[in-house]
């Protein structure tokens, strides 16, 4: 790696949450991998890499992304932001299928009232309750802004509840329209819309044994939390460009010849993609970590596991927090959950045993 590229993972490690422990990973089994292949490059794509030199952007996102539900069911949909610079303030749309979901209520979380209250500051919801249209499916004029204090929250947090009553079968879509997210060191930033997808099934259409992966345009860092019928790359992940494994032991990328569900894979699309791989469902695993370094992890089926203390053997040897990559701002998030259907970098400190899905 340059000289330029250290300096980038440095300063994004000073400026990511949880500074200590990113730092002590990084003395115990070094920077992350290298994204760059030197065997099978695929044409007009390039394997991020580990940090882009404008550092993390903000995002948003839902809480939870999957959902089944029947004709009739509340579903408590929570927006979630996570950013890594200070924040004064968000504002965003939402838009959603009216034919099969009916938006009840709109309520502000606690993102910025929590940070308010401990510094001396008000926060204005900015036109709120926001104005909703079950006629056109949008939810719109959501703001929230701080007055007084100095500086602003980070991390992740709940911006807003939204409660949707189920009322038409099939799949349906919630997603932004639009969303600014004003920092404090930089002017709003602007993210295009379709930022985040959640997937809601309705009257049984999505059944347990079906995952439904969203897929940007250039690369997507996945798992599969399933037993298919037939786990061949080219099965699990249909017109991909180019599927990749990381092997801890000898650093370096290759084609996997199945996919696995404790494991996190790098996928390719020239275009926007969505994929429903089904199989049986993994609702837990073990996996052996017999290598010091980072590791490419998957996830479980049908649970959102906390990862700040990981349920590895011998305990400690697994560090409480992980990566991935998000494809549309192309950039590292920093993670303490693993959410099914993501793959993750984590840092293993000494051979262990690393599970998911058994608390």
Known sequence: MTEHGMRCLRSSFHRGKNTHGNQR????????PSMAISVVM????????????????????????????????????????????????????????????????????????????????????????PTIDNSNGTVSNVAFALFGGTGGPTGSGVLATCEFTAIGEGEATVSFLTYDVLNTSAPPQ????????????????????QLVLHLKTGWNMVSIPLLPGDPSPSSVFPGADAVYAWNPVDNSYSIPLSIRPEKGYWVAYSQDTTITPTGMPVTEWTDSLMTQGWHMVGSAH??????????DVANGSVEGFAYWWNPTTRSYVFRTTIEPGKGYWAAVARDCTLSMGFL
């Open 302 to 311: 049908g649970t959102t596991e906390d990862f700040t203390d990981p349920q």
């Open 190 to 209: 602007e993210i295009p819309a379709s930022t985040a997808v959640v997937t809601v099934g309705v009257t049984g259409s999505l059944p347990a044994d």
């Open 25 to 32: 990973a990084m003395n115990r089994v070094g920077i992350l």
């Open 42 to 129: 695929v044409t007009a794509l390039a394997l991020p890499s580990v940090v882009t030199a404008e550092g993390e952007a903000a995002s948003l996102g839902f809480s939870p992304s999957i959902i089944t539900a029947d004709a009739g069911d509340t579903i408590a949909l929570e927006v979630t932001l996570d950013c890594s610079e200070e924040t004064r303030g968000t504002q965003f749309s939402l838009q959603f299928d009216a034919s099969r979901l009916r938006c009840d209520s709109f309520a502000a979380g606690d993102y910025y009232s929590s940070w308010a209250s401990a510094n001396g500051a008000s926060v204005f919801p900015v036109g709120f309750p």
